[in-house]
């Protein structure tokens, strides 16, 4: 089976057209939340004979339930959608809004127990938030159509801002369910997935004091401490540089070397494609190999979204090698090891510039697997799971 960095390409490319909007405003939802690895549809339709038990469980043990606020939305077939309580489908209105401008999606828990509610087929996220409720915005779009505007919780002027809320995305269609806890653009609310069918599979579970080790460990490095919100959530940096929250030029000196080093010697990338062979030649990383391949030298900007100058096509060959790149960038392996991708977790974030926002959310969970940055499935580390069969989803809000 190819690896799994190697075929979902395309789904980060639409999470950065939802997740990379401008600081100035919230996120809006043009196209809905990515399709996640090996999700063609086939046409698939919604029906009611493909709706998957999705069970909510709040063991955070800081919030009852009636504090908790679900809200299930995305795309179906290219339109925006949401799931309403009876888990059918509705598409998204400019009406939905109300007297205060914004709709409220909110599905409610039980006052006790867990709540069971039906998933149809559609690509999207599962937020939670906890105290409030979310402040979900429709809009019209550049095409005249509705479009949701998603929470920004890196935006200060964002309604959802001082919202304590987090999220999950999926794709589930007739080829399966596709899934993550994602931390692309912050961390907050801890939560896992057990995903049940062909297999029993679970992810994103935090070790005992998790979430405070996270908060601690990237407030103890200068450069990262102001993507710290009080006790709501740490700010993906990407999204830190952008609000001026952090250095434009963090990975800089990195960059330099890696550049410097690669003029005189060989750097193997090895992909389901093939090895690729590059060196910096007039300041751009050339690669011969199954095709040729080179990137332009890339910024902090471009390494911490790994996107730019690391853009990933889904072409089998630049995209694969942009992935490695980006996540040996990320995980400051590119200097130790001329071989990549490197795959001993021991050997990631050992330098003192690295992406120490990642490192501690890896740090933090109990299989090490977690979604600290785009290209953080490189070698099967992200916290995604998939099954073609599946028979039940679980989203689980753990203690902290």
């Known amino acids: 089976m190819a690896a799994r960095h190697q075929r979902s390409l395309t789904r980060r490319k639409l999470f950065f057209a939802l997740g990379g909007a401008a600081v100035a405003a919230p996120a809006v939802a043009a196209l809905g939340p990515y399709a996640l690895a090996g999700t063609a549809d086939n046409g698939t339709k919604a029906a009611a004979a ?12 800081s919030f009852d339930n009636a504090s908790v606020h679900v809200y299930v939305v995305g795309n179906q077939d290219g339109k925006q959608v949401r799931v309403t309580p009876d888990g059918t489908l509705a598409p998204i209105a400019l009406s939905d809004n109300g007297a205060d401008g914004f ?7 039980p006052a006790s127990g867990e709540a069971t509610l039906k998933l149809p087929y559609m690509s999207g996220r599962i937020y939670v938030s906890l105290g409030q409720k979310l402040k979900f915005k429709v809009v019209k779009a550049g095409n005249g159509n509705p479009a949701l505007q998603y929470p920004a919780g890196w935006v200060t002027s964002d309604p959802n801002y001082r ?24 961390f907050s609310v801890p939560m896992s997935i057990r995903l049940t069918g062909a297999k029993d599979q679970t992810t994103g579970t935090l070790r005992d004091g998790g979430r405070a080790s996270v908060f601690s460990a990237v407030k103890q490095v200068a450069e990262f401490a102001p993507l710290v919100v009080d006790d709501l959530r740490v700010i993906a940096p990407g999204h830190g540089l952008d609000a001026g929250l952090f250095a434009k030029d963090y990975f800089a000196p990195y960059i330099d070397q890696v550049w410097s080093t690669y003029t005189g010697k060989d750097l193997k990338v090895t992909t389901n494609a093939g090895t690729f062979t590059g060196r910096v030649r007039a300041d751009r990383f050339t690669f011969d190999g199954p095709a040729p391949v080179t990137f332009g030298k890339p910024s902090t900007r471009d390494v911490l979204f790994c996107d730019g100058n690391l853009a990933a096509p889904n072409d089998g060959t630049t ?14 392996t590119l200097l130790s090891n001329p071989d990549q991708p490197v795959t001993d977790a021991s050997a990631f974030y050992r330098t003192d510039l690295t992406n120490h926002y990642a490192k501690a959310i890896h740090a933090a969970t109990q299989d090490g697997k977690a979604y600290g940055f785009a290209f953080d499935d490189v070698a099967d580390f992200a916290s995604y799971i998939q099954d073609t069969a599946p028979t039940g989803i679980r989203l689980t809000l753990t203690r902290f």
């Open 50 to 61: 493909g709706a998957l038990p999705l069970t909510i469980v709040n063991d955070s043990g």
């Open 163 to 186: 919202v304590l809320h987090d999220c999950a995305e999926f794709t589930y269609n007739a080829a399966g369910m596709f899934c993550n806890t994602t931390m692309v653009d912050m």
């Open 319 to 332: 995209g694969p090698v942009a992935a490695d790149l980006g996540a040996g960038f990320n995980r400051s």
């Open 103 to 109: 709709t409220d999606y909110a599905l409610s828990l």
